[in-house]
């Protein structure tokens, strides 16, 4: 709903408490409840085993925000907001954005200490739950673009995967563009890494039978995926001359990052720059400070200092893809 004449700041505090009443929804059953049809608040406290104050009283806030309806005492989804709140909306899946914001905010006390020590994260700051989460964002996206978009845009590297060939994807969370490839490429065969044990579990439990999880590179491969990682890595150049390694010189290396130029006004021409502005500052570039943090490449350095690094590693050759979703791909060989 439009808020003509709201402050600024308090549009934005809105839109949080938006946010939050959304999460809440979510973890008591409400929002499910809520999409069944549409009922009296009774109704719909019944169907979430919910107390009806509470139910009430989350009805009252979705309406507010504009989320729901309601007429004559019966509440009901406002039709432009179904397929977010279902989670079929295309791109992104924002159920797993609704969990990933309560993930994050317990986790605030401890960002806030990391940023102001010179050090490193301790290494389970986003294990469990918030990994799970974020594993999962993504996989929407994965689904419509990764293989019809992002791979497709070089015609040499869909041809090698449609014959046939071993593809590491470094940083695979929960495993949804593995899991997405190896449906698109019956051929190849896949090894997902990441360093979060508890998502590995999460991926191997629904593991396509050419994929294996594990928590380190294997030595040989044709195909490496850093996909929505790179800009999360404390030593991306120690990475990168690992993938370069083992790659082997016709190998190709598959980097997708947020489509951000490290120029002031570009990047932050768009409001929506504002959601990956912040979760770099509460996510991305605390999990990439290492012991030092002079060799994280920030979203906000932007393509420029990922091609300098993909030099400086020993790949001769970049393309670029600006890809669906707001990605940049770099095919490098
Ligand atoms: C934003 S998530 C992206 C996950 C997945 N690629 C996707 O797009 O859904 C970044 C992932 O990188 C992993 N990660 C961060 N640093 C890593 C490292 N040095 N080695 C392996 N994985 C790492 C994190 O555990 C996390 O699962």
Not at 41 to 50: E, G, L, N, P
Not at 250 to 255: A, F, I, K, R, Y
Request: aromatic fraction near 8%.
């Amino acid at each position: 709903m439009p808020l003509s004449g709201m402050p600024k700041f308090f549009e934005d505090l809105i839109s949080w408490y938006s946010m939050e009443a959304l999460a809440l929804g979510h973890a008591l059953g409400l929002r499910a409840a809520l999409l069944e049809g549409p009922g009296t608040a009774a109704q719909i406290a019944q169907r979430a085993d919910a107390d009806l104050r509470t139910t009430d009283t989350w009805l009252a806030t979705m309406v507010a925000a504009g989320y729901a309806t309601h007429d004559k005492g019966i509440y009901r989804v406002d039709a432009d907001q179904v397929d977010f709140l279902d989670g079929s909306f295309t791109g992104v899946d924002t159920l797993a954005l609704l969990e990933f914001v309560p993930a994050m905010g317990v986790r605030f006390p401890a960002v806030v200490d990391v940023l102001r020590s010179a050090g490193a994260p301790p290494p389970d700051l986003y294990g469990a739950d918030f990994g799970d989460a974020v594993g999962r964002v993504g996989a929407p996206m994965y689904a419509s673009w990764l293989v019809s978009d992002w791979i497709a845009a070089d015609t040499g590297l869909l041809e090698r995967l449609s014959r046939g060939c071993t593809v590491v994807d470094l940083g695979c969370g929960g495993g949804s563009a593995v899991r997405v490839m190896a449906a698109a490429f019956p051929e190849s065969t896949f090894v997902g890494i990441d360093r979060n044990r508890e998502v590995l579990e999460r991926a191997r439990r629904s593991a396509p039978g050419s994929a294996e999880f594990r928590t380190t590179l294997p030595d040989h491969y044709d195909v490496a995926m850093v996909l929505d990682t790179f800009h999360h890595l404390d030593r991306p150049d120690l990475v990168l001359s690992q993938l370069r390694e083992g790659l082997g010189n016709d190998g190709v290396l598959v980097v997708a990052e947020p489509a951000y130029e490290g120029d002031l006004d570009a990047d932050t021409a768009s409001r929506a720059s504002v959601i990956g502005l912040t979760a770099a500052l509460l996510y991305c570039d605390v999990e990439g400070r290492g012991e030092s943090t002079n060799t994280h490449i920030s979203p906000r350095d932007g393509g420029a200092a990922l091609r300098r690094a993909l030099q400086d590693a020993g790949f001769t050759t970049v393309t670029t893809h600006d890809g669906a979703g707001g990605y940049r791909l770099y095919f490098a060989r």
